[in-house]
């Protein structure tokens, strides 16, 4: 069977990780410290199902960390840096987090954080990476632990929490199975299959941040199927292509954000690009405008994969040939789960209707962490929804429409503003488009965009000339009554719109 494991025992000297320093380590070498990660923690007194935390960069100790502690029954819970020290905390003391693992520069962070979380100095743990040669590629105290394979080996799990958009993250937590590390890998040749990354000779690009569900268990699964994961500290659209040329990179995961600005390279640049080594681009995170996807499938040809699901668990996917008879689509549901579509009282929709999506996917159980009400909340009959609104096609595709949380009712009328975003960003010189409810005396809420727009004109005359070339593409109630025009749109470090930001500006009162 084909998993890290095997390939560490098997081939030992096979590259498996280049850290953002350009360092090499091999299986043999991360499995090594992998190991002494998991004796460190046993050292450290800590018993089953209790959960260990990282504080750290896209790196290969984040991913030794992550493999040390996954394979004893514990919990990984990975912090994103971007948090305040108050945020970081809160994440601590309700996973309940034994250890922090952090590096240089988030070692004060990482105290500060520990601190006012009221654990002991020492639950921080520095690994930075040590220079070749040095035995262990990780300093501190884990450097000094055995390298033998630890006892009570069991594949534990990383605990995830959401970016909820309203109160406090929650942490998705699901049950340990009680199987082998060994036992745990084998369904990572079956996801590598249904995202064409499933060739024994890849190499996996690592550019988004790894502090997220899908940027971390893609790289983790590529040790898994024998690839070499490279790694870049954080993603620059001229160190993306220089690292795939370099070397020869086979597959990586990319968020829409991150092809919108691939395809800002004039086309004489884009076709010189020594891309052709790619195989598949696996995207997720954010609904990806159609003109965007297309034309990436133009310039590499169809590659690109498409997961629909979060941090609660996959539900559908789609390939580009199915795409691109299905334009818009997220896909099909996934072998193993079942999805419905339903209204307000929670019946099936007839196809080709809007509701509320829900989903089972029965490898993927979970709960909210310390949170029954929300999770009975999420429930019907095993299905969880995220709060999205879809549709069905006569072929069984999903077509999302938006988010109920964001969609704007209008005088009683639904409007979704994934539409309307979508009919901006194909007008010429708009790059960037977000569309939200304004509070409104008369409708209820108006229609609201705030625009990143490359065209010069005053305010007024923008909106105008916005206004009369979305009358040919969408009908008139859903067209702005609204505009602000940006430099930026907030963003996430993994690239999601935070449209609550968009929101809260737009709710403000008007001079």
Same mark, same amino acid.
């Given at each position: 069977?084909? &998993?890290?494991?095997?390939?560490?025992?098997?081939?030992?000297?096979?590259?498996?990780?280049?850290?953002?320093?350009?360092?090499?380590?091999?299986?043999?070498?991360?499995?090594?410290d992998a190991n002494r990660v998991s004796?460190?923690?046993?050292?450290?007194?800590?018993?089953?199902?209790?959960?260990?935390?990282?504080?750290?960069?896209?790196?290969?100790?984040?991913?030794?960390?992550?493999?040390?502690?996954?394979?004893?029954?514990?919990?990984?819970?990975?912090?994103?840096?971007?948090?305040?020290?108050?945020?970081?905390?809160?994440?601590?003391?309700?996973?309940?987090?034994?250890?922090?693992?952090?590096?240089?520069?988030?070692?004060?962070?990482?105290?500060?954080?520990?601190?006012?979380?009221?654990?002991?100095?020492?639950?921080?743990?520095?690994?930075? !990476?040590?220079?070749?040669?040095?035995?262990?590629?990780?300093?501190?105290? !884990?450097?000094?632990?055995?390298?033998?394979?630890?006892?009570?080996?069991?594949?534990? &799990?990383?605990?995830?929490?959401?970016?909820?958009?309203?109160?406090?993250?929650?942490?998705?937590?699901?049950?340990?199975?009680?199987?082998?590390?060994? $036992?745990?890998?084998?369904?990572?040749?079956?996801?590598?299959?249904? %995202?064409?990354?499933?060739?024994?000779?890849?190499?996996?690009?690592?550019?988004?941040?790894?502090?997220?569900?899908?940027?971390?268990?893609?790289?983790?699964?590529?040790?898994?199927?024998?690839?070499?994961?490279?790694?870049?500290?954080?993603?620059?659209?001229?160190?993306?292509?220089?690292?795939?040329? $370099?070397?020869?990179?086979?597959?990586?995961?990319?968020?829409?954000?991150?092809?919108?600005?691939?395809?800002?390279? @004039?086309?004489? $640049?884009?076709?010189?690009?020594?891309?052709?080594?790619?195989?598949?681009?696996?995207?997720?995170?954010?609904?990806?405008?159609?003109?965007?996807?297309?034309?990436?499938?133009?310039?590499?040809?169809?590659?690109? !994969?498409?997961?629909?699901?979060?941090?609660?668990?996959?539900?559908?996917?789609?390939?580009?040939?199915?795409?691109?008879?299905?334009?818009?689509?997220?896909? +099909?549901?996934?072998?193993?789960?079942?999805?419905?579509?339903?209204? $307000?009282?929670?019946?099936?929709? @007839?196809?080709?209707?809007?509701?509320?999506?829900?989903?089972?996917?029965?490898?993927?159980?979970?709960?909210?962490?310390?949170?029954?009400?929300?999770?009975?909340?999420?429930?019907?009959?095993?299905?969880?929804?995220?709060?999205?609104?879809?549709?069905?096609?006569?072929?069984?595709?999903?077509?999302?429409?938006? +988010?109920?949380?964001?969609?704007?009712?209008?005088?009683?009328? &639904?409007? %979704?503003?994934?539409?309307?975003?979508?009919?901006?960003?194909?007008?010429?010189?708009?790059?960037?488009a977000c569309v939200v409810g304004r509070?409104?005396?008369r409708w209820g809420e108006s229609v609201?965009?705030?625009?990143?727009?490359?065209?010069?004109?005053?305010?007024?005359?923008?909106?105008?000339?916005?206004?009369?070339?979305?009358?040919?593409?969408?009908?008139?109630?859903?067209?702005? +009554?609204?505009?602000?025009?940006?430099?930026?749109? @907030?963003?996430?470090?993994?690239?999601?719109?935070?449209?609550?930001?968009?929101?809260?500006?737009?709710?403000?009162?008007?001079?």
């Open positions: 069977m084909r &998993n890290f494991f095997g390939y560490a025992e098997q081939d030992p000297d096979r590259v498996a990780v280049v850290h953002t320093d350009g360092q090499s380590i091999s299986y043999g070498e991360m499995r090594d004796n460190f923690l046993w050292s450290r007194g800590l018993k089953p199902e209790q959960t260990v935390a990282t504080l750290l960069p896209n790196s290969y100790q984040l991913m030794a960390v992550v493999r040390g502690a996954t394979q004893i029954p514990l919990y990984l819970t990975p912090v994103n840096w971007h948090l305040t020290a108050a945020e970081i905390s809160y994440v601590l003391t309700d996973s309940g987090a034994r250890v922090l693992f952090t590096a240089e520069p988030f070692m004060e962070l990482a105290r500060t954080a520990v601190a006012e979380a009221g654990l002991p100095p020492e639950t921080v743990v520095a690994v930075d !990476v040590v220079p070749p040669g040095a035995g262990s590629r990780l300093s501190g105290p !884990v450097r000094a632990a055995a390298a033998t394979t630890p006892p009570n080996q069991g594949a534990g &799990n990383r605990m995830l929490y959401t970016s909820g958009t309203t109160g406090r993250p929650k942490a998705v937590r699901r049950p340990l199975r009680g199987i082998s590390p060994v $036992e745990a890998a084998g369904s990572a040749l079956a996801r590598a299959e249904r %995202y064409g990354a499933d060739h024994e000779d890849g190499v996996f690009l690592g550019v988004a941040p790894m502090y997220h569900a899908s940027p971390l268990a893609y790289a983790d699964q590529a040790l898994d199927v024998g690839h070499r994961v490279v790694l870049l500290e954080r993603w620059t659209r001229d160190g993306a292509l220089a690292a795939i040329a $370099e070397h020869g990179v086979t597959w990586l995961y990319l968020v829409p954000l991150m092809m919108q600005e691939l395809l800002t390279l @004039p086309e004489a $640049e884009r076709d010189a690009a020594r891309v052709r080594s790619l195989r598949s681009i696996v995207h997720t995170a954010a609904p990806c405008p159609p003109h965007v996807k297309r034309a990436m499938i133009d310039w590499l040809g169809p590659i690109l !994969v498409e997961v629909y699901g979060g941090t609660e668990g996959s539900a559908t996917v789609i390939t580009s040939p199915e795409w691109l008879t299905h334009v818009g689509s997220v896909g +099909r549901p996934l072998p193993h789960v079942s999805v419905r579509i339903l209204d $307000e009282a929670r019946n099936e929709v @007839p196809t080709g209707q809007v509701g509320t999506v829900y989903f089972r996917n029965d490898e993927l159980a979970f709960v909210y962490l310390g949170d029954p009400e929300k999770t009975a909340a999420s429930r019907l009959d095993g299905h969880v929804t995220l709060g999205d609104l879809g549709r069905f096609d006569e072929d069984g595709y999903l077509y999302l429409s938006d +988010r109920a949380a964001d969609l704007i009712i209008s005088g009683g009328v &639904n409007i %979704y503003p994934a539409e309307v975003e979508h009919a901006l960003v194909e007008l010429p010189g708009v790059s960037d509070p409104d005396d609201h965009a705030v625009v990143v727009l490359d065209r010069p004109g005053t305010a007024e005359d923008l909106a105008a000339s916005l206004t009369a070339e979305l009358r040919v593409k969408i009908a008139g109630y859903k067209i702005p +009554r609204s505009w602000d025009f940006v430099d930026a749109l @907030p963003r996430s470090a993994a690239g999601k719109l935070l449209r609550r930001e968009v929101r809260k500006g737009a709710a403000a009162p008007r001079a």
